[in-house]
Each structure stands twice: as structure tokens, then as C-alpha cells.
């Protein structure tokens, strides 16, 4: 098959992949396994960090390493803050990278930048990617309410120029929810951004770490399918605080 040609972006520069795709660090469903698999294929893996369980961050870490890819990991960063060792633990296993989501990213970067990552800040609103331009953010990704898992009520396609304008091209800008083929790509980059983040359909991957189930109802589920719910919340026991739905 022929190799897709190479889309040369500030964050591919940034980043040093090949092609402007992140995969979204999806909790337990990104590991180690799938995050390399992102980078051997030229765009850059983040593993899930999620809410943090260390014992399974470890583990996929080792993956990782023994693959000897490049990766970033993602927290939730409201969740991170109850347990920053899980942060020294990414940064010690020479993370390229570090994304923080939901929470001001203030009290991480410093951190993040001594030890040589990169900050990633996943934000909503403007006012949230004014707030992780002003902490020293490398890369913004823009989420729009398309997006898998949790957000806000903003569409991509008005959010994501948005936020391209207010950081006036200092800062790479990632356009994330509900992009799933490179029509999806090619629109983010007419909008302005630098690349693209995707985790629906990356979890619908062989590499990934969902069960084959979930990744069949993804393959075979239409757009009029999606219901917006807070069960998995209630069933995993994190009630997630305000203003993330």
C-alpha cells in the first residue's frame, strides 16, 4: 500500500512525527501496547493516565520502554493533584510529554519543563486556553463537545478558530472531538489547526486495550447512536466537579 505523504505542521515540528495525529490518552483503553504502535506509525502516543493507578501506569511504562518509544502520558489533572507522584513517576521514565486535562495546569508546568516534557493543555472554553497559554502551555488541544469522554458545551468548529486566533500562532492548536478519517484532518487544518487528537477511533484499534465488544458496538454504532450520560461516572465512583459534564 502507498505510504500517506508526510503533513509538515508547528506541531509536527514540535513534536518530531511524521504525521499531525496524537492519540487521545484515553484511561486504561490507551497503554502501552497501542500508544507505540501511534508512534512507530509516525504521530505521537499519549498513554492514559487517567485517574491514576499506579500499579498500572508502571506497567504499561515498561511497555514502553521496552519498545524504546517515544510517548507522552496523559492525567486528569484535577485527579493528578490528589496524587503528583504519579507525575514524577511519567517524568522519571523520560516522558516526552505530559497532557493535563480539566483544572488550571499552574501548579504542573514548572515541574513538567525542568524535566525536559512538554506541557500539552486540553481546554474547552477560551477562557480556559487564555488561562493555559498564560501557565507556559506548549500545545493546546481544543475539545469540542464531540469529543468522546468529558468536556463542555462547545462545538469544535466554533471553539477551535476561536482558539487559534487568541493564541495568534505562538502556540500549536489540536483539534479533538468527533474526528475520525482525514476529512476530519483536512477540515481541523483549514480551521487553523496544527494537527488533530483521536480517541474513539483509536479505541476501535486492534492495539488498543478495550474489550472486543466495545470495539465492535464502536465499529458498527451510527452518529444518531451517541447518547451524552453520566452512568459510567456512577459506575466507576467519580463524580466529576464543575464545569466539566
Not at 5 to 22: D, R
Not at 70 to 83: D, E, H
Request: proline share 4%; hydrophobic share 50%.
Amino acid at each position: 500500500m502507498p505510504t500517506a505523504p508526510a503533513i509538515s505542521t508547528q506541531l509536527t515540528k514540535l513534536l518530531g512525527i511524521q504525521h499531525p495525529i496524537l492519540l487521545a490518552p484515553m484511561d486504561l483503553v490507551a497503554d502501552g501496547r497501542l500508544a507505540a504502535a501511534v508512534d512507530a506509525a509516525g504521530g505521537f502516543g499519549l498513554l492514559g493516565g487517567g485517574y491514576g493507578d499506579e500499579k498500572w501506569l508502571s506497567t504499561e511504562l515498561e511497555v514502553l520502554a521496552r519498545a524504546k518509544s517515544r510517548f507522552g502520558v496523559g492525567f486528569i489533572t484535577w485527579s493528578l493533584a490528589q496524587q503528583p507522584k504519579l507525575l514524577e513517576l511519567a517524568l522519571e521514565r523520560k516522558a516526552a510529554a505530559i497532557m493535563l486535562s480539566f483544572a488550571s495546569p499552574a501548579p504542573f508546568v514548572e515541574r513538567i519543563k525542568r524535566a525536559g516534557g512538554l506541557v500539552i493543555c486540553q481546554v474547552q472554553s477560551a477562557a480556559l486556553a487564555a488561562e493555559a497559554a498564560a501557565a507556559g502551555a506548549d500545545v493546546l488541544v481544543a475539545q469540542g463537545t464531540e469529543a468522546g469522554g468529558h468536556g463542555a458545551s462547545r462545538g469544535l468548529i466554533t471553539l477551535l478558530p476561536e482558539i487559534v486566533d487568541l493564541t495568534a500562532g505562538r502556540i500549536p492548536v489540536v483539534a479533538a472531538g468527533g474526528i475520525a478519517d482525514g476529512r476530519g484532518l483536512a477540515a481541523a487544518l483549514m480551521l487553523g489547526a496544527s494537527g488533530v487528537m483521536m480517541g474513539t477511533r483509536f479505541y476501535a484499534s486492534q492495539e488498543a486495550a478495550g474489550k472486543q465488544a466495545a470495539k465492535e458496538r464502536i465499529r458498527d454504532a451510527k452518529g444518531d447512536d451517541t447518547l451524552r450520560s453520566i452512568v459510567f461516572d456512577i459506575s466507576k465512583g467519580h463524580v466529576w466537579p464543575a464545569p466539566f459534564t
